[in-house]
């Protein structure tokens, strides 16, 4: 059994990559990371902060998750990035995701940000969301 944060990242990754609309606008495939990949050119996505709680009661043993996803836009286009964390937030908000030794309670889309990163001068936007888990 994986702990609460990698199996909502499984679940999280195995939704987008099946969408062919946030391939589209990834450039033709799903580019979500762990770390920001060597020399790729935007738009791509990796994940951010995550932070999983404990909120267990007396039914059993569950979190309380705040992650980020943040997509980097291309040159000159924070649009770009906007419309791929738009099309995750449509994706992911309320889904009924699989999470491997963990049931999802609720999956919300707490915030959408953008912003211009200081030393690239790249725009990108940022995900933020909020989940329940529970350890089945």
Known sequence: MSGPILALRAAILARLSADAALAGLMGGAVRLHDEPPRAAEPVYAVFGEAAARDASSDLGEGHEHAAAIVVWAKPGSARSALEAAERMAELLHDSALTLEGHR????????????????????RATLRLRAITEVV
Do not use: W
């Open 104 to 123: 999802l309670v609720f999956m919300r889309v707490a915030a959408i940000e953008s912003d211009r990163d200081d030393t690239s001068n790249l725009a």
